[in-house]
């Protein structure tokens, strides 16, 4: 079972910005693609970002513009730049990988808050 860790969460405050990591046990190339995924209470997990093995990316309306999704494949970890945080992308953000024809992976999760 490949093994994701999240790191870089925290608090920030409204219009800053924030990086987050993501780092795979295994190599990176073995996904079709890695995501970013985030909670709030009450609230369904929601995408957030995503990126393929050919570094197409996607991004839904709430963060289009604001977040950037990238991948260093020679240190097998995926980057999420939150830029113009605002206070409804408090969450916790997960990180996500897809390898065709297995169970999706998850890491443990990470707390963004923004506030003042």
């Known amino acids: 079972q490949v093994q994701l860790q999240e790191s870089g969460g925290g608090l920030v405050q409204p219009g800053g910005s924030l990086r987050l990591s993501c780092a795979t046990s295994?190599?990176?190339?073995?996904?079709?693609?890695m995501a970013w995924y985030r909670q709030s209470p009450g609230k369904r997990r929601e995408l957030v970002a995503a990126i393929t093995d050919e570094g197409q990316t996607n991004y839904p309306e709430a963060t289009k513009g604001r977040f950037t999704i990238s991948r260093e494949d020679a240190k097998n970890t995926v980057y999420l730049q939150m830029d113009n945080v605002k206070s409804e992308d408090t969450a916790v953000y997960y990180c996500?990988?897809?390898?065709?024809?297995?169970?999706?992976?998850w890491g443990q999760g990470i707390q963004v808050t923004v506030s003042s």
């Open positions: 295994g190599n990176i190339l073995m996904f079709k693609a």
């Open positions: 996500n990988a897809i390898k065709i024809g297995a169970v999706p992976s």
